[in-house]
């Protein structure tokens, strides 16, 4: 009988003499044996729950592979990580499967139900029908150049296109950091995106000074909306949103974001401070009821308002809301205000959660003093009926007060531009620092937003010249 011929060893790894063993063993990459084709990584590792380590056995269809194997379990053993995976265990994770790993990670993150809505959109609509049953292994640019040509079909925008390489590259990270795709291998090396043209002076997210609604334009949207909305309204639809005129005057002079204005109660109102506490937001998950979380970013932050609006007409709705006669005096209804905040306070406290505050401390949402509802739910509007009532006020202006006309080019989260530009920055004279912190937002954010070096220096040039 002949003796079988031993495979000829290539190399091998440093002595170790890990788990339990009485002799120093060593990672050892095998030539295929005579006759065969595949190469061989030995080594061992650990079996679980305290046993001794137990003999692993890879195989590599080529010496490239073998060696990359052999790389990784000598990394592995070094750092203390899993070893590398069989072969079998390679192929099954696929792109879809890195999907998922990538929805979970976003939810342990804590991202927004908004956020994921979107992600999950991306993925289910442009990845995962394109190149979903491909190995993260062998995940290519041309596998990435099939997304973007399938999401070019249907995104026109080139900030939607950004956002969908955005994610890939976001599902590229993560399959390095599992160990799935080895680093060395860049899936997205060489895609480009056709570059928007950029105006001087400008980054990409830019928000043109014609998409910044004027002053003159918030207060006539806001004025109609206390007509079309208040007691003395007609339409039934329109008096659901009493205060829809407040409303736009918070989010055109106090630059809140939709969800921020929704979740609004009468204890985040400081009206002997005056500002306004911003500290949650108001979210409403598709197929799901609504619910208040915390505030983008978990950035809270403070927002002046003026005087006319706190006291004029959030006042009044304060008093409403803490039980209070409409001829309390400003102290009565700061006291009713404390008291509350001081029961959520000690309530909290005795609640195992110590992130718990006043202010994020969970009341039942048919039970909180919200300042903006639905007359009929009892909740704060759902974003798709407020943007339907928004369009009838903004067609009421055009019809009525043509001079102070709302460009149906400019939306209403656009009122956060005015406040940022118009009214905190022009009118008020604050820094970008300041109106940053107003926002809620990163400084470089609002630089991005609303600033174009060279501006100041083109606006003395163009005065210069207008003399000549």
Not at 191 to 212: F, K, M, S
């Amino acid at each position: 009988m002949t003796s079988r011929r031993k495979a000829t060893l290539l190399t091998q790894g440093k002595s170790r003499t890990l788990g339990g063993s009485s002799r120093p063993w060593r990672v050892r990459l095998y030539a295929p044996e005579a006759g065969g084709t595949k190469y061989q990584v030995m080594f061992r590792a650990p079996a679980g729950d305290g046993e001794p380590w137990k003999r692993v056995l890879r195989r590599a269809n080529s010496e490239a592979e073998a060696r990359k194997i052999f790389d990784q379990a000598e990394a592995a053993l070094d750092t203390e990580r899993d070893a590398p995976a069989r072969a079998d265990v390679r192929a099954a994770r696929t792109i879809g499967m890195l999907g998922a790993e990538y929805i979970n990670d976003s939810i342990e993150r804590g991202k927004q139900p908004r956020t994921m809505e979107q992600r999950e959109s991306k993925l289910n609509a442009h990845i995962l029908p394109t190149i979903g049953d491909v190995p993260v292994a062998k995940w290519r640019v041309e596998h990435s150049r099939k997304v973007m040509e399938k999401g070019s079909k249907t995104i026109f925008s080139n900030r939607g296109r950004e956002d969908l390489r955005g994610q890939l590259a976001a599902m590229r990270k993560l399959a390095w950091r599992l160990g799935w795709l080895d680093r060395s291998i860049d899936p997205l090396d060489g895609l480009e995106i056709g570059r928007a043209n950029v105006l001087h002076g400008t980054t990409a997210h830019y928000v043109d000074p014609r998409l910044r609604p004027e002053t003159r334009q918030v207060r006539a949207m806001a004025d109609a909306a206390d007509k079309m909305c208040g007691p003395e309204g007609t339409n039934p639809l329109m008096t659901r949103l009493p205060l829809l005129g407040t409303k736009i005057r918070v989010a055109g002079f106090g630059g809140l974001r939709l969800g921020e204005q929704n979740a609004l109660r009468a204890i985040d109102i400081f009206f002997d401070r005056g500002y306004v506490h911003v500290n949650g937001a108001w979210i409403t998950p598709r197929g799901q009821a609504g619910f208040r979380g915390p505030v983008k970013n978990h950035s809270l932050h403070e927002v002046p308002l003026p005087k006319s609006l706190m006291r004029g007409e959030i006042l009044p709705r304060a008093k409403e809301l803490l039980g209070l006669p409409a001829k309390a005096s400003l102290q009565q209804v700061i006291n009713a205000q404390e008291t509350e905040r001081q029961r959520r306070a000690d309530l909290a406290a005795r609640a195992p959660d110590r992130e718990l505050a006043w202010w994020n401390y969970v009341v039942p949402p048919e039970d909180e003093l919200w300042l903006f509802l639905d007359t009929v739910t009892g909740l704060p509007v759902k974003p798709e009926m407020h943007n339907e009532r928004w369009h009838r006020v903004r067609a009421w202006v055009e019809e009525n007060d043509p001079d102070n006309a709302w460009p149906r080019t400019i939306v209403y989260r656009n009122l956060r531009h005015h406040a940022a530009t118009k009214w905190f920055h022009d009118e008020l004279g604050e820094s970008w620092e300041v109106v940053a912190q107003y926002l809620g937002d990163k400084l470089t954010t609002v630089l991005n937003h609303y600033v174009r070096a060279g501006e100041d220096a083109l606006r003395d040039s163009v005065g210069k010249l207008a003399k000549l």
